[in-house]
């Protein structure tokens, strides 16, 4: 069966595991090895389960684990181009790096990447299809939700979606100008607002769970971000339990989850 583990979500770090119990992939090893390790180990999950680590880009909250979890149990490493270029420098040439391909087979998984826009230097998401025929969508750290990112979110069964800030308070919050003009551009990352917006087209097209991701600790709360898309897809008349699930990462996740989808 699918299962869906948020390892970390968070300003401080960043990591799902998605597969079965004996075969999956990684997306993103923003912690260090030792709590990859400990966080996968209380899932239920073998580190030899782990086909493979996508990266969605090269900042530290989603790569400072990489090189040395990669390393020390040999687990190949798939990224766009720009973000290779990246991880060359990180890695020091101690993990083999593969270019994504349009159709990525990694176990009994085929995955496929998309762009995304943020501050880096070429993010992406990425569409999983899994053994028994399901379909996970990971979309975080997003300037806005571009026609490509949609189409890749619609018709998943599972879409875990950035959720990052609530707008009121990071404008009114104590970042610096320049940062709070970074993290509202289309380089920057998510709202709450905009992420709960796309949520009934998505339930709409057939996605029952959702699992709201990147929440920042200093301008956001779960429940903040959690009531926000949960208002927007009651008015639209979908009902809680029935036609959706809806789940949220904590800034400071000290709790295994593993999810069946």
Request: aromatic letters at 8%; charged letters at 25%.
């Amino acid at each position: 069966m699918a299962r869906f583990c948020p390892l970390f979500s968070g300003s401080s770090g960043n990591s799902y595991y998605i597969g079965s119990k004996t075969s999956g992939v990684l997306v993103d090893a923003g912690r260090t090895a030792r709590q990859l390790d400990n966080m996968l180990k209380a899932c239920g999950i073998e580190t030899s389960a782990v086909q493979g680590i996508l990266v969605t880009h090269e900042h530290t909250d989603h790569t400072s684990g990489l090189r040395v979890f990669a390393k020390k149990h040999s687990i190949p490493v798939f990224a766009s181009k720009g973000t290779l270029r990246e991880l060359k420098n990180q890695t020091n040439g101690e993990v083999s790096l593969y270019d994504m391909e349009e159709d990525l087979q990694l176990g009994d998984m085929t995955i496929n990447s998309f762009r995304t826009s943020h501050d880096c230097a070429e993010g992406s998401g990425y569409r999983i299809k899994t053994a028994d025929g399901k379909t996970l969508t990971v979309a975080t750290d997003l300037g806005y939700i571009s026609e490509e990112v949609e189409e890749n979110l619609l018709g998943a069964d599972f879409a875990v979606i950035e959720s990052n800030h609530d707008i009121n308070m990071l404008k009114t919050g104590g970042y610096p100008y320049y940062l709070k003009q970074r993290i509202l551009s289309e380089r920057g990352h998510l709202s709450n607002e905009a992420c709960a917006g796309l949520l009934p087209k998505l339930a709409e097209g057939g996605t029952t769970r959702f699992f709201l991701a990147h929440l920042s600790r200093e301008n956001n709360t779960r429940q903040i971000a959690l009531n926000a898309s949960f208002e927007t897809l009651i008015k639209a008349g979908f009902i809680n339990g029935e036609d959706f699930i809806l789940d949220a990462g904590k800034p400071e996740n000290t709790e295994a989850r593993s999810v069946i989808f």
